[in-house]
């Protein structure tokens, strides 16, 4: 069974991604606490694929980063990668967008989120880019979730992400649509590892 590093140091992310990756045979392991990762790159593809060779060629193993975000139209894509820094919580950061969205009438925004797999050398063996589309509401609507989920509206669903049960969320969400596209070459990169 092969060990692959997750480039966080955050437990609830590891926890999320061993769901997302439970048909696999691997072993997923927190990158080390003192292996600093800086998300310097300019979109999330860069970042994820920054993450995942940092911590590959630090810990000689393969490696897994994911990079997400909210990307607003109107806003020129912003927060984008500064989301998880667009305030200093998720209320600031949610007032903030829609502070500046002000009446604007385009509405449409997207969650993205990128994953890449490094192997043990840092070159970057898969990658892939999830999407969901949606709109900002102009106040919250729904309590589950978490940082922009309120405000995110999915039109096909007829409801905010914060108004998705987990499940909902898991299939419909940038990250779940995300793993679903890498899950197959996953699965068969799994024989070489
Ligand atoms: P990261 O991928 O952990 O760097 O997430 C970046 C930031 O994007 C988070 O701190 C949230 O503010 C935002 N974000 C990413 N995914 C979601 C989501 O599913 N719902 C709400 N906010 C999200």
């Not at 769901?19 to 970042?47: M, S």
């Not at 007829?158 to 197959?184: C, D, N, V, W």
Request: aromatic share 8%; glycine share 10%.
């Amino acid at each position: 069974m092969a060990t692959v590093v997750v480039a966080t140091g955050n437990p609830g992310k590891l926890t999320e991604l061993k769901d997302y990756l439970q048909t696999l045979d691997w072993t997923l392991a927190l990158k080390p606490q003192d292996l600093e990762v800086e998300e310097t790159g300019k979109t999330f593809i860069e970042n994820a694929r920054m993450k995942a060779s940092e911590v590959a060629i630090a810990t000689q193993n393969w490696a897994i980063a994911d990079d997400s975000g909210l990307s607003v139209m109107a806003l020129g894509g912003a927060p984008g990668v500064y989301s998880a820094r667009y305030g200093h919580s998720d209320a600031d950061r949610i007032n903030r967008v829609l502070r500046e969205l002000g009446d604007e009438p385009d509405r449409r925004a997207e969650f993205v989120c990128a994953i890449a797999l490094a192997r043990p050398d840092g070159t970057i063996a898969l990658e892939t880019e999830g999407r969901c589309p949606g709109a900002i509401l102009t106040a919250g609507q729904g309590v589950g979730g978490f940082g922009y989920d309120p405000i995110f509206y999915v039109r096909s669903q007829g409801k905010t992400f914060a108004e998705m049960t987990p499940t909902e969320k898991e299939k419909y969400s940038h990250r779940g649509i995300a793993f679903e596209q890498l899950l197959p070459a996953l699965k068969q990169l799994e024989m070489d590892i």
